[in-house]
């Protein structure tokens, strides 16, 4: 026998657990269950319980109603602005919460990743499923406002399904890509943080796009009125916010395909959602197998 055996006469190559594993239905079965117990957590104790849910965008609401619908005035500019502005809140505390969670969500289950062979990407995505279910109950102030409001449900409704399942998409591709690499790079967290309160003011929730436009072109002329406001939108999440804002609150809030004057340019931030999701899968699938040694 040679002093060197060959990888084929050692047998096969022992390699870590991987991203998904073998099993999809056992896969599914654990994200739901790790995403349904931190939200039991979340609340255990608790007298009002999930109560809290709902009580934090009504607070909210409560105020930025005082605010924007009596000291701030936008005209007939775009309609029922003050729901519109709870409906980009709770978007974006969305992604805020699934993402900022799942960055340290395989740090905070090491004691798990390092004993038991599971598919690891059960844990970032069970950080957005866990968002999700705060997400669904946050959209009941919102309809319920927006009809007290005055307004009235319309068949656009339905498509804003479409903005629900990308806006899933993005938060869980950022939340995959930035838990993988936080296991090796601990920057990543803090860098997050900048991040995502440059997406917050980048992103018209506290304006409309009209007031963009409007200032742009009583500064720098009307060359940049468009291209500002093209360029805002460019950022996949002002997309959605505004394509959201345009199906279920009003038509008067431009959709994306107004703002660019063409449906072909909303392919940029809907291609950026699309490689984001790619390039998180493929570096997840590449540093699964060595989580637990990075760890």
């Not at 000291?71 to 805020?96: K, N, Q, W």
């Not at 838990?179 to 506290?206: G, H, K, N």
């Not at 199906?247 to 004057?261: N, R, V, Y």
């Amino acid at each position: 026998m040679s002093a060197v055996e060959t990888p084929a006469r050692l047998g096969r190559e022992v390699v870590g657990p991987s991203a998904v594993g073998d099993d999809l239905r056992r896969f599914a079965v654990l994200t739901w269950t790790l995403a349904v117990t931190d939200f039991r957590l979340r609340f255990f104790g608790s007298a009002l319980g999930y109560l809290w849910t709902l009580m934090r965008p009504l607070m909210l609401f409560g105020v930025l109603y005082v605010v924007f619908s009596i000291f701030l005035d936008f005209g007939d500019e775009v309609r029922y602005f003050p729901v519109a502005l709870l409906l980009g809140i709770v978007l974006f505390t969305f992604l805020s919460e699934a993402t900022s969670t799942a960055v340290r969500s395989i740090v905070n289950r090491e004691n798990l990743v390092r004993k038991i062979d599971f598919p690891r990407l059960a844990v970032p995505l069970s950080s957005v499923l866990t968002a999700c279910f705060n997400l669904g109950l946050n959209l009941v102030p919102v309809v319920v406002f927006f009809l007290a409001s005055g307004g009235s449900p319309r068949w656009s409704w339905l498509l804003f399904a479409i903005v629900l399942l990308l806006l899933i998409v993005l938060a869980g591709s950022l939340a995959v890509l930035l838990s993988a690499l936080f296991v090796r790079y601990r920057d990543v967290d803090p860098i997050w943080d900048v991040i995502l309160q440059v997406t917050f003011y980048a992103t018209p929730i506290f304006y409309t796009l009209q007031t963009v436009r409007t200032k742009v072109d009583e500064g720098l002329g009307g060359a940049w009125s468009d291209a500002v406001p093209q360029a805002l939108i460019c950022n996949p999440f002002a997309a959605l916010v505004q394509q959201g804002r345009h199906w279920l609150i009003d038509p008067s809030h431009q959709s994306p395909a107004q703002t660019f004057g063409t449906w072909w340019e909303v392919l940029i931030p809907v291609g950026i959602i699309a490689l984001l999701a790619v390039a998180a899968v493929e570096v997840f699938r590449r540093e699964a197998p060595r989580i637990a040694e990075d760890l």
